[in-house]
């Protein structure tokens, strides 16, 4: 059984940093490109980033370019967002996602297997 476990969200001002991990277990993590998303309130989920199955290749959102970097460790199964300099408008559920192949996607619908999210919550 795949589990995703996201964890490291919580309050934070705005201008703090937050990093936020997936613990993957249940599949074979190294051949799965790993991304994160978001959900605001009364918002559809948003991409925020993704690293393919090695590492060697990142995206992000224009939003949260230069703030968010996401990488991972293929021996530990784990997926890691650092994001700094937080806005109010980052705040959302995260989720993060896994999708068999090595080429990174932005779209939601091509990730097979789904954490349940972590809040992120950004004050002014």
């Known amino acids: 059984q795949v589990q995703l476990v996201e964890s490291g969200g919580g309050l934070v001002q705005a201008g703090g940093s937050l990093r936020l991990s997936c613990a993957a277990s249940?599949?074979?993590?190294?051949?799965?490109?790993m991304g994160w998303f978001r959900q605001a309130p009364g918002k559809e989920r948003e991409f925020v980033a993704a690293i393919s199955w090695r590492g060697g290749k990142t995206a992000y959102v224009d939003s949260v370019k230069g703030r968010f970097t996401i990488s991972r460790d293929n021996v530990k199964t784990t997926v890691y967002l650092q994001m700094i300099s937080l806005k109010r408008e980052d705040t959302a559920v995260y989720y993060c996602a896994a999708r068999g192949g090595v080429v990174a996607s932005t779209s939601p619908n091509t990730y097979d297997y789904w954490g349940q999210g972590t809040q992120v919550t950004v004050s002014s």
């Open positions: 249940g599949l074979t993590f190294s051949v799965y490109t």
